[in-house]
């Protein structure tokens, strides 16, 4: 029996299948997309990264606007209020209610969502 060889495109051990990922950047944002408490969200706020979109936008898809940098669209949204950078106030009322988001990563911002009340 041959030793197998490394390295070579016949080899039946090609790591490379085991990773590739075919979902569509949407799928991936919403694989990323989750609940978290303020808490967690704080830090983030302290540091400038965390933007509030509007419930009437979807998330993933204000998501794929970053990703791509879309700076048109962010524009459109910010101008028209429905992306907006939290301040002190929104930060003081959302720790008082214990509030929660649904939140997605888009390096390096964090962007957040109000979770509807039960």
Known sequence: MNAPTKGKAEDPLNYG?????????????????????????????????????????ILTEVGHAFAKDD????????????????TGPHAVYWEEIEARFRALVVSPFVLIQPLKAS
């Open 71 to 86: 700076s048109e669209q962010v524009s459109s949204w910010r101008k028209s209020g429905d992306l907006v950078t939290p």
């Open 17 to 57: 299948i085991l990773g590739e990922d075919q979902t569509s950047s949407l799928e991936k944002l919403e694989k990323y997309t989750g609940e978290v408490a303020w808490k967690y969200l704080k830090p983030h706020f302290e540091s400038g990264a965390l933007i509030y979109v509007d419930p009437s936008l």
